[in-house]
């Protein structure tokens, strides 16, 4: 298995099986730091920068709150238009990459342009962490999302994963490509005009992951394990701010999951939603023990925790 130390994460395409697990393994061991709400001294000497060209609540804190519980430090940015980055210069991602590595050991970027966590890998002395590109990737997101799936249900093989939403998100890029590492399939589910695009499903085609599509919830409520979601009326990904419009519009009920939808559900199927939401994902659900996205939140640190460690040195 390759070392994670002083690696980028950049995409789970080219995750292998094992490294899925061993740094589900780290987690585990890390966990009870998170849970027990103390801070270590594991990374004491490292700090971490963060480079948000969009918006973002639980990526960005789940990142600091993990630096903090292992004793680190963090400075960056979380608006981009506040820096010399994305003002009137409009400064490069070589430039500003060039600069922040001087900064910090580790350097976690969101930004609304599809591969530039990857651009900035090319100029850094320091490992970069995708934190969302565009309508790119979002492995940590996914692999949180799958850590939680595992402590859940004890596995990750002979799933059924459905996937409602809209299919060009970068986290269901994510998930499409890390269960091609599983005995699982991947149900899409997707408004026409959300649907996964040929490219995407050529990949999945090349990886080996098992996907069928489906046209109603209905369809398929009673087979899912797990039910990924994400909404379908969404913002524009390729911008670094979307400010919502006064006509959004609504749900169509066959991508809605409601207590109505979920009296069809296997006992032990469990609801995961990296939210936000909108009225895909109804509050009437929140008490129904499928419900696992506030787990699914707190999984986000510890699974940022892991990863920091990893990359790091700190753990092996």
């Given amino acids: 298995m390759r070392s994670f130390a002083g690696r ?6 080219e995750f292998e099986r094992n490294e899925f697990f061993h740094v589900f393994e780290i987690a585990d061991r ?26 973002s609540t639980r990526t960005r804190l789940a990142h600091e709150a993990a630096m903090h519980r292992l004793g680190g430090h963090v400075l960056g940015f979380s608006d981009a238009k506040t ?23 580790v350097l976690v ?19 970069i962490i995708n934190a969302g590109d565009g309508w790119g990737e979002h492995p940590t997101q996914v692999l949180t999302d799958l850590y939680t799936v595992l402590k859940e249900k004890g596995t990750l093989d002979g799933l059924t994963f459905v996937c409602i939403g809209d299919h060009r998100m970068r986290t269901m890029h994510s998930i499409g490509y890390a269960l ?21 499903l050529a990949e999945l ?41 006064d006509d959004y519009g609504k749900t169509p009920a066959n991508y809605q999951i409601t207590r109505e939808v979920m009296k069809r559900a296997k006992g032990d199927a469990i609801i995961l939603h990296s939210l936000p939401r909108m009225d895909e994902l109804l509050e009437e659900v929140d008490n129904l023990k ?22 790091l040195g700190a753990m092996e």
Avoid: C
């Fill in 109 to 127: 970027m969101r930004h609304f342009q599809q591969g530039a966590p990857a651009e900035a890998a090319k100029w850094a002395s320091i490992p």
């Fill in 180 to 200: 091609s590492q599983f005995d699982a399939e991947m149900v899409i589910l997707a408004p026409e005009e959300m649907s996964p695009t040929e490219d995407f």
């Fill in 30 to 55: 890390l966990e009870p730091i998170a849970r027990e709400r103390r801070n270590s001294d594991l990374l004491a000497d490292k700090t971490l920068v963060t480079a948000f060209y969009q918006p």
């Fill in 205 to 245: 085609d090349t990886l080996g992951t098992t996907y069928r599509i489906v046209d109603h919830i209905d369809d398929v409520i009673a087979e899912a394990d797990v039910i990924y979601m994400e909404p379908v009326v969404q913002p524009d990904y390729t911008v670094s701010r979307d400010e919502v419009p």
């Fill in 290 to 311: 499928h419900a696992r996205y506030w787990q699914e939140a707190y999984n986000g640190v510890v699974m940022r925790m892991a990863l920091l460690s990893l990359i």
């Fill in 8 to 13: 980028d994460i950049l995409s789970l395409k």
């Fill in 83 to 105: 820096t010399r980055a994305g003002d009137f210069y409009q400064e490069s991602i070589k430039d500003t990459v060039h600069m922040l590595e001087f900064y910090g050991d």
